[in-house]
């Protein structure tokens, strides 16, 4: 069964650095692309980027762009989210999700992981 | 990039009656080497992750209820759900993962009557 397990909730302070993980199982990490998307409180989702963990070539969108980073260890089966410097704006729930093809990058999300709710507050 | 703009914003239907949904993108979303549309639709329900309904702008997920479907092609897209149940209430998201940013609609938000 093919699964996505995300970090729990963060609550940090303006400014603060970040990262957060989303661990796949049930297939071959390596071979599927994963992207994440950002869901603010009551809005739409928002696709941030995707990496191929097999050889973590990434794509952002250019809104995300230079305020995130997106990487993946496929030894440990892992995606990750990071920020250098947590702005209150960047409050929200993020998701990773799976391609649905390992050998697409243009394909839609078949798989998501749970969210991970990350609250910037001073 | 290719902005995704969907109408209504909301929209309430009666038990049993047909709901839909439209979704246009500012650009084709069409591959035409390869005949398909680059395009997606997912229900999101409260507290819960989106979970894909409709790829390739009318092929229905495994699992999917077959009052759901999807048409459309180039710019302009469908999602119809023939008969509504109340299970059915949540928010709807169409996607275009043909060229990068692979954007989402703002949404349209679906309730019972």
């Known amino acids: 069964e093919v699964q996505l397990v995300q970090s729990g909730a963060e609550v940090k302070k303006p400014g603060e650095s970040l990262k957060i993980s989303c661990k796949g199982s049930?297939?071959?990490?390596?071979?599927?692309?994963i992207g994440w998307v950002r869901q603010m409180p009551g809005k739409a989702l928002e696709w941030m980027g995707i990496?191929?963990?097999?050889?973590?070539?990434?794509t952002y969108s250019p809104s995300f762009q230079g305020q995130v980073t997106i990487s993946a260890d496929k030894s440990i089966s892992t995606a990750y989210l990071q920020w250098s410097s947590l702005k209150a704006s960047d409050t929200a729930l993020y998701y990773c999700?799976?391609?649905?093809?390992?050998?697409?990058?243009?394909?839609?999300?078949?798989?998501w992981g749970q969210g991970t709710l990350v609250t910037v507050s001073s | 990039d290719i902005v995704m703009t969907q109408s209504p914003d909301s929209l309430a239907v009666s038990l049993g009656e047909r709901a839909t949904i439209n979704c246009k993108s500012s650009q084709s979303v069409l591959y035409s080497s390869k005949n398909k549309n680059y395009f997606s639709w997912y229900q999101q329900k409260p507290g819960q992750p989106p979970k894909v309904l409709i790829y390739w702008a009318s092929t229905r997920e495994s699992g999917v209820p077959d009052r759901f479907s999807g048409s459309g092609s180039g710019t302009d897209f469908t999602l119809t759900i023939s008969s509504l149940q109340a299970e059915d209430v949540a928010v709807y998201y169409c996607?275009?993962?043909?060229?990068?940013?692979?954007?989402f609609g703002q949404g349209t938000k679906l309730e019972i009557k």
């Open positions: 999700a799976r391609h649905g093809d390992s050998r697409s990058r243009h394909y839609y999300f078949d798989y």
């Open positions: 990496i191929y963990p097999g050889d973590s070539d990434t």
């Open positions: 049930g297939y071959r990490f390596p071979n599927y692309w």
């Open positions: 996607q275009q993962y043909y060229s990068t940013p692979y954007s």
